[in-house]
């Protein structure tokens, strides 16, 4: 069953500590992103990777980090210094070529503070 | 840099009611048009796209949306709704090559019975 799965669902962190949310994908889609989206802003780039072991920021990636060693895998950290870090994230991927240009979402891990 | 305008954060409508959201951009190059849906807790899911040709664009669950360049909008629109419609609806940007998608700040649609 092809699809992208994210988890855990929920995810509690306390403060002071470093969590992991996880991306998994079997679409062999070379590039995956993360989101993060809050009440009323929609939605906000974190990282983005076009390829195995390589990663950009994107617009909001201060307190986060990533890595992408696998191309099935793009694991996203949210930091101790991140601090707001409450919010619901999503994880996508791409295809890629002329008309195939489309993102693809995960179902989404909410994170909340303890 | 693009960026993507939803006039309406909120639009109820009557069962069985059109409806029409609305999505403007800006960009000074080509781009590429997008629509999501998203129900309560859950990840989003692509409604349709434009990427060229014909300007009207059908989609799944009877939405459709249609490309004026002129007047750089992408509006979505359904004949009549149904309760199941109730979500949040995302308009997308990118532009041509562009490998990141701008999101519109989201249209809350409610389905009055």
């Known amino acids: 069953d092809g699809g992208i799965t994210q988890s855990p669902k929920y995810l509690f962190r306390k403060e002071g500590q470093n969590v992991t949310l996880s991306c998994e994908q079997n679409l062999n889609h070379d590039a995956m992103y993360w989101y993060r989206q809050d009440p009323g802003q929609g939605l906000r780039l974190i990282y983005y990777s076009q390829i195995v072991n390589d990663f950009q920021k994107g617009d909001i990636a201060e307190g986060y980090s990533v890595s992408r060693e696998k191309k099935e895998s793009f694991p996203l950290t949210v930091t101790s210094a991140q601090k707001n870090p409450t919010a619901f994230y999503l994880c996508?991927?791409?295809?890629?070529?002329?008309?195939?240009?489309?993102?693809?979402f995960g179902p989404g891990t909410r994170l909340l503070v303890l | 840099a693009q960026s993507v305008t939803q006039l309406d954060s909120q639009v109820p409508v009557f069962e069985e009611a059109p409806v029409e959201l609305r999505c403007n951009y800006s960009?000074?190059?080509?781009?590429?048009l997008f629509w999501y849906v998203q129900y309560p807790n859950q990840g989003l899911q692509l409604l349709l796209k434009?990427?060229?040709?014909?300007?009207l664009v059908k989609g799944i669950n009877g939405f459709e949306a249609e490309f004026n360049k002129s007047q750089t909008s992408f509006h979505l629109r359904k004949p009549s709704v149904h309760i199941s419609d109730t979500a949040e609806y995302f308009c997308?940007?990118?532009?041509?090559?562009?490998?990141?998608?701008?999101f519109g700040t989201g249209t809350r649609l409610t389905i009055i019975p």
């Open positions: 960009s000074s190059v080509s781009v590429y």
């Open positions: 996508a991927t791409r295809t890629s070529g002329g008309a195939a240009e489309t993102q693809y």
């Open positions: 997308a940007v990118s532009k041509f090559g562009n490998e990141k998608l701008t």
């Open positions: 434009y990427l060229s040709g014909s300007t």
